[in-house]
């Protein structure tokens, strides 16, 4: 059966025009054992056209709301549209977020203090509200039509944004910056306005966040090992992609804010994000969307009513003695199917299983009869509270290295500000320092998937090479060693002040802003092997309901990073600069602070962060590799 191609799919993917036929898209899915070569897919349909249900993706619809066939929808190819938005919403993100500090001490004329809480907050919202994307796209709304709500958002908020930007009456009175004088800020409508277009843009970029990775890594089949490496490389891919996105941010948009005019930062970003959805759109025809399921949150909350509120004394429920598994690597599947015993019948809640042992005071929902039968769970139920318990200490030890990246934005930058930035006969302005980071990663991301990851399946003989748990360890240690060299250059920087007598002067130091860069290949690095083994780990550890939520914790690390950047930097100035001494982060020059000692002590805090990550993924079973054991 032959399917029209829109022009946007011809465009984007040449490899549409000869592999669309449902038949063909993925040979080793589409097409059953039973079918000759050659035959027509058509055989394989009831006689009012649709598909049975043995070619259906249980518990997935297509953008119709249609059921979603095997070999018509999912797969790699319908994730390469959501790598390519990828790359947009990010550019359209950090376009404005990497350089917005300028804007609001330039031309909304607000203290520089005053201007990173606000790029800060705007920046920690927008992150947190991912949390908001991912709960909808579970419990109400597909991830296909969350993003599209959020891309129009964004659209909407970055069109305020740019109308403020390109008309001189909304903005602030204009002021020449003289010594002693202070210009105007921003203040009344025009203060509304410029709030009003950054949250909505926030709350877009939110759902953006917390719907897009949980769609693409939906196109893959977990049951199979093909679709589960080809989820592995969705993840991996997708960090590449957000640093493309990244990397013409911090370095084109940047340069067009800084020499053409903000309205054209602002314009480039609404036209990559707008771009973004008949992008997403073209894709259509090959999604595979999640049906949503209800509110997440309403079953964590009757497990735990009804584990806290079981009888003591009660009868306890049927049981065939079958006792769910987990293992220490993560193989198989999810679906609770795969928990059954031969004979059983599987996908019904009156399945006799027993509960794990893992977390065994909430199986007393299950195992004694509830006082309110409102609260009767099924075992299914208890091992999705359970998995999502057993996940947030994994989640809190994500923090601290986010803690760690956001100096990357703060101090490295003022670092290297005070060095010499020349390349040749360039001189690299520091809003475009993060080009490193990204650039890191870029290289990185297919040398990891391509190299490092079959050898390291070769070598274990397993299917992950590396699991989850162990990319993020290795992360948190590559985060460690950052702060550790980053100690080490800062002490080198202030020694090449002190020699050349330079402790007070404006000018550049004598010394490359490239040592700068060791620290951001670690950090870069750091980041990799943890936001791609983070992402990856909370999709398919989390519950199939739960999935887009789970993901979105990621986001969520990422926003407490840099707020407990923030609340450290203050209790480091309040504990050192008691009893009228000078704290280590105060003052206008960076070369009498004593940041190499802030390193040194955030380096400590990645060392008991680490150990406290060991405790828990050294106990940690996954899901994902239950078994039954009888």
Same mark, same amino acid.
């Given at each position: 059966?032959?399917?029209?191609?829109?022009?946007?799919?011809?465009?984007?993917?040449?490899?549409?025009?000869?592999?669309?036929?449902?038949?063909?898209?993925?040979?080793?899915?589409?097409?059953?054992?039973?079918?000759?070569?050659?035959?027509?897919?058509?055989?394989?349909?009831?006689?009012?056209?649709?598909?049975?249900?043995?070619?259906?993706?249980?518990?997935?619809?297509?953008?119709?709301?249609?059921?979603?066939?095997?070999?018509?929808?999912?797969?790699?190819?319908?994730?390469?549209?959501?790598?390519?938005?990828?790359?947009?919403?990010?550019?359209?993100?950090?376009?404005?977020?990497?350089?917005?500090?300028t804007y609001l001490m330039n031309f909304m004329h607000y203290s520089p203090s005053q201007s990173a809480t606000t790029v800060t907050n705007f920046m920690g919202t927008a992150f947190l509200l991912?949390?908001?994307?991912?709960?909808?796209?579970?419990?109400?709304?597909?991830?296909?039509?969350?993003?599209?709500?959020?891309?129009?958002?964004?659209?909407?908020?970055?069109?305020?944004?740019?109308?403020?930007?390109?008309?001189?009456?909304?903005?602030?009175?204009?002021?020449?910056?003289?010594?002693?004088?202070?210009?105007?800020?921003?203040?009344?409508?025009?203060?509304?306005?410029?709030?009003?277009?950054?949250?909505?843009?926030?709350?877009?970029?939110?759902?953006?966040?917390?719907?897009?990775?949980?769609?693409?890594?939906?196109?893959?089949?977990?049951?199979?090992?093909?679709?589960?490496?080809?989820?592995?490389?969705?993840?991996?891919?997708?960090?590449?992609?957000?640093?493309?996105?990244?990397?013409?941010?911090?370095?084109?948009?940047?340069?067009?804010?800084?020499?053409?005019?903000?309205?054209?930062?602002?314009?480039?970003?609404?036209?990559?994000?707008?771009?973004?959805?008949?992008?997403?759109?073209?894709?259509?025809?090959?999604?595979?969307?999640?049906?949503?399921?209800?509110?997440?949150?309403t079953t964590i909350a009757k497990v735990v009513l009804a584990a806290a509120f079981a009888r003591h004394g009660g009868a306890q429920s049927a049981s065939n003695g079958a006792v769910i598994d987990?293992?220490?690597?993560?193989?198989?599947?999810?679906?609770?199917?795969?928990?059954?015993?031969? /004979?059983?019948?599987?996908?019904?809640?009156?399945?006799?299983?027993?509960?794990?042992?893992?977390?065994?005071?909430?199986?007393?929902?299950?195992?004694?009869?509830? =006082?309110?039968?409102?609260?009767?769970?099924?075992?299914?139920?208890?091992?999705? +509270?359970?998995?999502?318990?057993?996940?947030?200490?994994?989640?809190?030890?994500?923090?601290?290295?986010?803690?760690?990246?956001?100096?990357?934005?703060t101090f490295s930058v003022e670092q290297a500000a005070t060095m010499d930035t020349r390349v040749g006969g360039l001189k690299v302005p520091p809003a475009s320092l993060p080009v490193f980071p990204?650039?890191?990663?870029?290289?990185?991301?297919?040398?990891?998937?391509?190299?490092?990851?079959?050898?390291?399946?070769?070598?274990?003989?397993?299917?992950?090479?590396?699991?989850?748990?162990? =990319?993020?360890?290795?992360?948190?240690?590559?985060?460690?060693?950052?702060?550790?060299?980053?100690?080490?250059?800062?002490?080198?920087?202030?020694?090449?002040?002190?020699?050349?007598?330079?402790?007070?002067?404006?000018?550049?130091?004598?010394?490359?802003?490239?040592?700068?860069?060791?620290?951001?290949?670690?950090?870069?690095?750091?980041?990799?092997?943890?936001?791609? /083994?983070?992402?990856?780990?909370?999709?398919?550890?989390?519950?199939?309901?739960? =999935?887009?939520?789970?993901?979105?914790?990621?986001?969520?690390?990422?926003?407490?990073?840099?707020?407990?950047?923030?609340?450290?930097?203050?209790?480091?100035?309040?504990?050192?600069?008691?009893?009228? =001494?000078?704290?280590?982060?105060?003052?206008?020059?960076?070369?009498?602070?004593?940041?190499?000692?802030?390193?040194?002590?955030?380096? +400590?805090?990645?060392?008991?962060?680490?150990?406290?990550?060991?405790?828990?993924?050294?106990?940690?079973?996954?899901?994902?590799?239950?078994?039954?054991?009888?």
């Open positions: 059966m032959s399917i029209t191609l829109t022009p946007a799919q011809r465009l984007l993917s040449p490899l549409l025009r000869c592999c669309y036929c449902c038949c063909s898209l993925h040979p080793p899915l589409a097409r059953p054992s039973s079918l000759a070569p050659g035959a027509s897919c058509t055989a394989y349909r009831n006689e009012d056209g649709a598909a049975p249900a043995a070619e259906r993706w249980e518990g997935y619809v297509d953008w119709r709301n249609r059921p979603a066939v095997r070999g018509r929808h999912g797969g790699m190819l319908a994730a390469s549209f959501v790598l390519v938005v990828e790359v947009l919403e990010n550019l359209a993100f950090l376009a404005n977020a990497s350089n917005l500090v991912a949390l908001l994307g991912g709960f909808l796209s579970d419990a109400f709304f597909t991830t296909y039509a969350i993003y599209l709500i959020s891309a129009f958002v964004e659209f909407l908020g970055l069109v305020v944004l740019t109308i403020q930007a390109r008309t001189p009456s909304l903005m602030p009175p204009g002021c020449a910056k003289v010594a002693g004088a202070a210009c105007e800020p921003v203040s009344g409508p025009k203060k509304a306005m410029l709030f009003a277009g950054l949250y909505v843009t926030a709350l877009g970029i939110g759902g953006i966040k917390g719907s897009l990775p949980s769609h693409g890594a939906e196109q893959f089949d977990e049951h199979a090992p093909r679709g589960r490496k080809g989820r592995s490389t969705f993840f991996n891919y997708f960090v590449f992609c957000l640093s493309v996105g990244a990397l013409i941010a911090v370095t084109f948009a940047v340069w067009v804010e800084d020499n053409k005019g903000w309205q054209w930062g602002f314009g480039i970003s609404t036209i990559a994000i707008l771009l973004s959805i008949p992008v997403f759109v073209a894709g259509s025809r090959l999604y595979r969307n999640k049906v949503p399921t209800g509110s997440p949150l987990r293992a220490p690597s993560p193989t198989g599947s999810t679906d609770m199917k795969e928990y059954c015993k031969p /004979g059983d019948i599987c996908g019904v809640a009156e399945v006799a299983t027993e509960p794990s042992q893992e977390l065994v005071f909430l199986n007393r929902a299950v195992q004694r009869q509830p =006082r309110c039968g409102a609260l009767s769970c099924t075992v299914q139920e208890v091992e999705d +509270v359970k998995i999502v318990l057993m996940v947030l200490p994994i989640f809190f030890s994500t923090i601290m290295l986010n803690s760690c990246l956001a100096q990357l934005s990204v650039t890191f990663i870029i290289l990185l991301a297919p040398v990891y998937d391509h190299i490092i990851i079959p050898f390291a399946r070769r070598a274990t003989g397993t299917e992950m090479g590396i699991t989850h748990l162990q =990319r993020i360890g290795t992360g948190l240690v590559l985060s460690i060693v950052a702060m550790a060299v980053a100690a080490v250059v800062e002490v080198k920087r202030k020694n090449v002040a002190s020699n050349a007598g330079m402790l007070d002067a404006a000018a550049p130091l004598p010394i490359t802003f490239f040592w700068i860069a060791f620290q951001y290949l670690f950090l870069g690095s750091a980041d990799l092997f943890t936001l791609a /083994g983070l992402l990856e780990f909370f999709f398919s550890e989390a519950p199939a309901r739960m =999935r887009s939520l789970a993901t979105s914790l990621s986001w969520a690390s990422l926003a407490l990073g840099y707020y407990l950047s923030s609340v450290l930097v203050t209790v480091v100035n309040s504990a050192t600069g008691r009893g009228g =001494r000078r704290a280590w982060l105060q003052g206008g020059n960076l070369n009498h602070y004593h940041l190499e000692r802030f390193y040194w002590v955030m380096c +400590v805090l990645s060392t008991l962060n680490y150990l406290f990550f060991l405790f828990w993924a050294i106990r940690y079973k996954y899901r994902n590799a239950g078994v039954i054991k009888g």
